[in-house]
């Protein structure tokens, strides 16, 4: 039951991680290689509040969030709209090259070496449930954050005229600007959220990942894996994703150690094969 | 006639050329990764290295030193490595190679050394073979054998019977897994499980819950110092692998000096073994110490600055005892057998494989006036690599 719920937390994780990207990615179209830098970003602003500031916890997260939020809408006027008629090569390009210059300059401010978090101690530790279920306090709480994040952002897309918005300004900019819809404003505050989200999931990912200039490129791959197999335009695929790769994971490592690592990989490989467009992907709708 | 004059120029100007030594500085190369994930290694070795030139001078056997830095970020591909220091060697005209965070990086310079005929003095990359591939090599760093076989043996001693080993997928990993193995199952000891995590390994949560489960005495780790030896301890922690009674041991360059302040309360009670400690009681480590927080009191110094600053050190000393020649073959004879008292505690090298013999100390994370510490209490002297054994 332990591996079940910790592969369930460990879903969670990489779903908050790559939230950000479902939403750039994913919701925008835009192959933003750059998003593990805003969560870097988040971490690092979270360590920042936590460590100067003596911010709580809790209460640092939503200021993570808006900071990196805010340094998205920058980047997305100044550079990122600029890109978005290009070609998702020239994206790519540009993105990683955007994640260069963060980790350089987060070297440069904080030095390559590994920064220092301390969670509160109610969120540290573990307690035990009868049937031999252990829960760890942290993992619990990143699965509650997950699940409400999931489920706020899909009804967001789905069930509000923003989200509405949204999807025919990605769809069709110009039918949609032909209908009314500012369609340069629905997309920075679609940037502007998914790199809140990124910074969010940057920031709660620190405890267990933990954080140093290479983190913008560490996890690229489990971004990427997860936003693949969700299947773009989603919220519900890459939390579906998430949590069959994270469980999969978990106990791939648990049962058969000598191949556990591989096993993220194979089911990646086996999901694509059967869903090339993704989980819940939407067959191309151009 | 025109030849016969010709050949008593070039003789007179052969002449010249090694004379002009003397006067000319040495220049030493340093192949170091300066960026890039292992930017924190190159960081620490030129720390060491300029603190021994800030402290001891910069002219020794009559030749003033000159420090060229190549970066080989990462550190970890052989041939930007090998590249780079060809240019040293070509363009800058380098007498002597150094540095090298990492073994990659070493093992492709070596054949460079052997060719140019240049000593090359490696002040980290820790694999055992490292010094066998070129006869111009000397080593003042520590090899992984040298840490991970003396905690196998204290912990045999030290009524741990059966131990669990996790180690990354990697060279080193491997190495450091083969040695403890070796060791700790020859003074009677039983290993009860052992994993291989993936190098890049952000969640350790299934690899602790089969720890709990196999109930082992002891958990022998092996990571690359940084994020994933803060998520393991973390982690150990927080599943109570600790509350249950799992002594968890590693070599020292997980709790490095550089780490320890990300790894907060969880890493104490970790018992390790390592060549280096801030915390290692002698005046050459005070005068070292408060020398390395004057120049640089944002950092810590760790084990990876104590062999810059070995390295140079080795450096002075052969060229005092030359006079200031650095041709590779009166070098390296000059190096062998060399002994000296590091920061470290005492240390020779080997005459035999130029690596280097020094203290290994048994030590135990603890708090120390408010800091993390890994504090000495128990050490086995002027040991060898027992790798080339």
């Known amino acids: ?286 | 006639m025109k030849l016969k004059k010709q050949l008593i120029a070039l003789t007179l100007m052969a002449t010249a050329g090694a004379c002009a030594w003397a006067a000319d500085p040495v220049k030493i190369g340093l192949v170091l990764p300066m960026s890039g994930p292992f930017a924190s290694y190159g960081k620490q070795i030129e720390h060491g290295v300029k603190l021994y030139l800030a402290t001891q001078g910069d002219t020794f056997g009559g030749r003033k030193v000159e420090l060229i830095i190549k970066d080989d970020s990462p550190g970890t591909a052989g041939d930007v490595s090998k590249r780079l220091a060809q240019e040293l060697v070509i363009k800058d005209k380098v007498d002597i190679l150094a540095g090298f965070g990492l073994t990659p990086s070493a093992f492709a310079v070596a054949p460079l050394a052997t060719e140019a005929k240049k000593p090359m003095i490696v002040m980290n990359a820790a694999t055992s073979a490292v010094t066998t591939k070129s006869n111009y090599i000397v080593r003042t760093s520590m090899t992984l054998p040298q840490n991970s076989a003396p905690i196998a043996s204290w912990a045999a001693k030290n009524k741990i019977k059966k131990v669990f080993t996790l180690v990354a997928d990697y060279g080193p990993g491997h190495d450091a897994e083969g040695q403890f193995k070796k060791t700790f199952t020859a003074a009677g000891g039983t290993i009860v499980g052992e994993v291989r995590a993936p190098v890049k390994n952000p969640d350790f949560a299934p690899f602790l819950q089969k720890i709990k489960d196999t109930k082992p005495d002891a958990v022998f780790l092996f990571l690359p110092p940084g994020g994933e030896t803060i998520a393991f301890m973390k982690g150990f922690k927080e599943r109570g692998l600790s509350a249950a009674g799992i002594q968890l041991i590693s070599t020292g360059d997980l709790p490095d000096e550089d780490i320890l302040e990300a790894l907060g309360d969880s890493a104490l009670g970790l018992i390790t073994s390592f060549h280096y400690s801030e915390a290692h009681k002698s005046p050459e480590n005070k005068a070292y110490t408060d020398a390395y927080y004057k120049a640089y009191p944002k950092d810590r110094p760790n084990f990876m600055s104590v062999g810059g600053y070995d390295g140079m050190r080795l450096i002075a000393e052969v060229l005092k005892k030359t006079n200031g020649n650095t041709d590779a073959d009166k070098f390296i004879e000059a190096a062998r057998g060399m002994k000296w008292t590091s920061p470290r505690g005492p240390v020779s090298i080997d005459p035999a494989t130029r690596d280097i013999v020094q203290n290994i100390y048994i030590r135990k994370t603890e708090k120390v006036g408010g800091k993390l510490q890994n504090v000495e209490f128990d050490h086995i002297a002027d040991f060898k690599d027992p790798g080339k054994q």
Not at chain 1, 113 to 137: A, I, K, T, Y
Not at chain 1, 267 to 285: D, E, K, N, Y
């Open chain 1, 1 to 286: 039951m332990t591996v079940v719920f910790d592969g369930v937390a460990y879903g969670l994780l990489l779903f908050l991680i790559s939230v950000g990207l479902s939403v750039t990615l994913g919701l925008m179209n835009f192959v933003n290689l750059a998003h593990g830098a805003f969560a870097m970003l988040g971490g690092y602003v979270c360590v920042l509040l936590l460590d100067r500031f003596g911010v709580p916890f809790l209460a640092a997260l939503p200021l993570v969030a808006l900071a990196s939020a805010l340094v998205g809408v920058l980047l997305e006027r100044t550079l990122y709209r600029r890109l978005y008629g290009a070609s998702h090569l020239d994206q790519v390009l540009f993105s990683i090259g955007l994640v260069f210059v963060a980790m350089s300059t987060a070297h440069f401010f904080f030095g390559a070496q590994q920064q220092p978090l301390q969670l509160p101690e109610m969120l540290s530790g573990q307690f035990h449930l009868p049937g031999g279920l252990d829960v760890g306090v942290y993992r619990l709480f990143l699965i509650v954050i997950g699940l409400v994040l999931a489920f706020a952002l899909q009804w967001m897309i789905a069930g509000t005229q923003f989200g509405a918005k949204l999807r025919a300004s990605v769809d069709n900019p110009r039918a949609a600007r032909g209908l009314g819809i500012d369609v340069d404003r629905v997309f920075v505050l679609t940037f502007a959220l998914g790199s809140g989200l990124a910074g969010l999931g940057g920031a709660l990912g620190v405890d267990m990942l933990g954080l140093d200039p290479g983190f913008a490129l560490k996890y690229i791959v489990y971004f990427l894996i997860v936003v693949a197999v969700g299947g773009s335009g989603n919220i519900k695929g890459s939390l579906v994703a998430s949590l069959i790769l994270g469980v999969c994971d978990v106990a791939g490592k648990y049962y058969i150690p000598q191949v556990g690592a591989f096993v993220i990989y194979a089911v990646m490989v086996a999901m694509l094969i059967f869903r090339p467009q993704g989980l819940f992907g939407r067959t191309a709708a151009k």
